[in-house]
């Protein structure tokens, strides 16, 4: 079984960067077969994907956050992390962790962190 | 960017009915498609992925379909814990993309 777990701060200021964490267990960041994840969710609202990073270390991120985005891995502790930088309240969302497969099992978001809310206010 | 439209927006249905939730793709995505329950304060729950092959552990009365860039949910004899709100999401380019979501509601 794979979990993943999101950490960091519940409230972040406007302008500030917001900085979480996801920690992976049951599984090795370093597998070719996975990218790993990050997906938000305004309140109230659907699902928006924010990018991945594979172990490479290659990243791919939504053109629509790219300017302030970060993500990086830290295959020490088994753990992804994500800094928006800039923030707004438009950003305050649920965040998603989540593991993206192509083993040749599963294909898509089948792993997931049970999400931790970001407000951005002062 | 390959848009996922989903519909219904909402849907209301009674314990035992059978629903249908459907999402259209803007390009093929072959069989790149996953769907997902989602209920209040949790993650999303993947129950279909590639289309048509069923979760590990999700019960036979969900089923996917496909027919060209259009793919269906279908949940037969809907139970009391499935109503929630259901999105589709395409595995098959990034950015990935979401469907805008179905809330089933108890009629």
């Known amino acids: 079984q794979v979990w993943l777990h999101e950490s960091g701060p519940g409230l972040v200021k406007p302008s500030q960067t917001l900085s979480l964490t996801c920690t992976v267990s049951g599984d090795s960041i370093n597998s070719d077969d996975y990218y790993w994840s990050w997906i938000r969710q305004h309140p109230g609202k659907g699902l928006e994907w924010i990018g991945y990073?594979?172990?490479?270390?290659?990243?791919y991120y939504n053109p629509s956050l790219e300017s302030r985005l970060t993500i990086s891995l830290d295959t020490s502790k088994n753990q992804f992390s994500l800094r928006l930088s800039s923030v707004t309240a438009a950003d305050t969302a649920v965040y998603y962790c989540?593991?993206?497969?192509?083993?040749?099992?599963?294909?898509?978001?089948?792993?997931w962190g049970q999400g931790t809310l970001v407000t951005v206010s002062s | 960017d390959i848009q996922m439209t989903q519909s219904p927006s909402s849907l209301s249905a009674s314990v035992g009915d059978t629903v249908t939730i459907t999402c259209r793709a803007s390009q093929d995505i072959r069989n790149d498609l996953g769907w997902y329950q989602q209920t209040p304060g949790k993650a999303p729950k993947r129950l279909i992925y590639s289309a048509f092959s069923l979760q590990s552990g999700v019960p036979a009365r969900f089923s996917g379909g496909r027919s060209g860039t259009d793919f269906t949910l279908t949940i037969s004899s809907l139970q009391p814990d499935d109503f929630a709100t259901y999105y589709c999401l395409q595995h098959n380019a990034y950015p990935r993309t979401f469907g805008q979501g179905t809330r089933v509601e108890f009629k």
């Open positions: 989540a593991r993206d497969s192509s083993d040749g099992y599963s294909f898509g978001l089948d792993y």
């Open positions: 990073i594979y172990s490479s270390g290659s990243t």
